[in-house]
């Protein structure tokens, strides 16, 4: 079964920085899709940056951005110039091309931006 | 976009008492519908995935007929939460996926609160 992992229950950064969320995630299938979703307190799921496995450049959407490392099954989101809405749950999720389009996720990382 | 609209979004019954939760595609077809429970301050826990037409396939430990789901149109899922119980209380999330490139897009979620 697949897993997905974040081993930073929470974080904290100062508004303008920078910071980092690790995720692994443990599959033996080569063709799978990487998510991670942001909760803010409204509760609702936003999508933040999605990749393809088979895609080796690294996805990108404005002021997030991911690192991934297909050997060793890593997929770090790096929030830059982090502002205060950012603060919220983020998860990492999960899921191969033929596993019924079923998302697993990460235990969530609970991040608080500083003014 | 594509949304998914979550009825209701919050509602409080007795213990005993059913309670049944809508996800509506409003302007795609949802073949499949995936429910998911999510506690406080924790991931979301994937419940069920409900296909247009068919019975739904529920995860381990979830019981189906405590957690009803009903998905006899393309543009609507249906949680029913049956003799209710304290226990119950939770966060519920509907969540499906609009095209063919993975994009899941997820309800607004519903609190349910059992007295």
């Known amino acids: 079964a697949q897993t997905v992992t974040q081993s930073q229950p929470e974080m904290s950064v100062q508004e303008a920085e920078t910071v980092t969320l690790s995720c692994t995630y443990d599959?033996?299938?080569?063709?799978?899709?990487l998510f991670w979703y942001k909760q803010p307190p409204s509760r609702q799921m936003i999508l933040v940056i999605r990749q393809e496995a088979y895609k080796q450049q690294n996805a990108t959407e404005n002021r997030f951005s991911v690192n991934f490392q297909k050997a060793a099954k890593s997929f770090s989101l790096k929030i830059s110039d982090s502002q205060l809405g950012d603060t919220a749950m983020y998860f990492c999720a999960f899921t191969e091309s033929n596993a019924g389009n079923m998302l697993t996720f990460g235990g969530g990382t609970r991040l608080m931006v500083k003014p | 976009g594509a949304v998914v609209s979550q009825h209701p979004s919050r509602v409080i019954c007795k213990s005993g008492t059913s309670v049944k939760i809508e996800c509506r595609s409003l302007?795609?077809?949802?073949?499949?519908m995936f429910w998911y429970r999510q506690f406080p301050k924790k991931s979301l826990m994937l419940m069920a995935t409900s296909n247009e037409g068919s019975k739904a396939t529920y995860e381990q430990g979830v019981e189906k007929d405590k957690f009803l789901i009903n998905h006899a149109s393309l543009t609507l899922s249906t949680l029913t939460v049956t003799s209710a119980h304290p226990e119950d209380s939770s966060f519920y999330i509907c969540?499906?996926?609009?095209?063919?490139?993975?994009?899941?897009?997820f309800g607004s979620g519903t609190r349910l609160t059992v007295v």
């Open positions: 599959t033996s299938e080569n063709n799978y899709y």
């Open positions: 969540s499906a996926i609009p095209g063919r490139n993975y994009g899941y897009t």
């Open positions: 302007d795609f077809q949802a073949t499949t």
